[in-house]
């Protein structure tokens, strides 16, 4: 049974750091694409940045040179390392996986949330 679990959300300052988690119920290597995404409020949900089997990643205009997306797969967890905050990436930041058998459509999973706020 596959779960996601996020954890690091906050209240900081604009210009500080936060560090997101999210723990994985299995081995990491099985999915073949993880990401975060992230929902404020009134907006839809967007894409924050993914990263593949492949360690490929790809990130929103709007958070490039300031958020990184790692995978440590000792501990089967995925990252996302904020830098340089601004007070529009307050959201819930929601965490993404994707695994994709042989001639099978692939299947989406989803964590919980957590509760980004940046204060100016």
């Known amino acids: 049974q596959v779960q996601l679990a996020e954890s690091g959300g906050g209240l900081v300052q604009a210009g500080g750091s936060l560090r997101l988690s999210c723990a994985t119920s299995?081995?990491?290597?099985?999915?073949?694409?993880m990401g975060w995404y992230r929902q404020a409020p009134g907006n839809q949900r967007e894409l924050v940045a993914t990263?593949?089997?492949?360690?490929?990643?790809n990130y929103a205009d709007s958070v490039k040179g300031r958020f990184t997306i790692s995978k440590d797969y000792a501990h089967n967890t995925l990252y996302l390392h904020m830098n340089s905050l601004k007070p529009e990436d307050t959201a819930v930041y929601y965490c993404?996986?994707?695994?994709?058998?042989?001639?099978?459509?692939?299947?989406?999973?989803w964590g919980k949330g957590t509760l980004v706020t940046v204060s100016s």
């Open positions: 993404y996986a994707k695994m994709v058998a042989y001639q099978s459509p692939g299947v989406d999973y």
């Open positions: 990263i593949n089997s492949g360690a490929s990643t």
């Open positions: 299995g081995n990491i290597f099985r999915f073949n694409a």
